[in-house]
């Protein structure tokens, strides 16, 4: 495929002329979102996220959060702290709050 990532890309090379590099820079892009925290404790900054289902999109959130406000510190209370983060994935909620370093438990079973 001569470099390209298929071979779609490998028929469009065909027809751009050679003025045009492939992927020869990466460009970083910001996305501007807000985050709705369960519980707050306003004074001490202190965030605790309630979650059941912790999918791509929460956890992404939940990183940037950290890091674009680490004068906030983060616990998330897991209904099921033991899940997989995904169906062929052996990291569970748990670890993977330990990996990044987000504090965590489990929350209240009824």
Request: glycine residues 6%; proline residues 5%.
């Amino acid at each position: 495929m001569s470099g390209y990532r298929n071979s779609y890309e490998t028929r469009c090379a065909a027809q751009i002329g050679p003025e045009y590099a492939y992927e020869p820079v990466k460009l970083t892009y910001t996305l501007e979102c807000s985050y709705l925290p369960d519980f707050v404790d306003v004074a001490n900054k202190r965030i605790i996220e309630a979650k059941g289902l912790f999918d791509t999109a929460d956890r992404r959130k939940i990183l940037a959060v950290k890091a674009q406000h680490p004068d906030y510190s983060i616990e998330i209370w897991f209904q099921k702290p033991d899940m997989k983060i995904s169906k062929g994935s052996k990291t569970t909620y748990s670890a993977w709050c330990d990996k990044h370093g987000i504090a965590w438990k489990q929350g209240p079973l009824r």
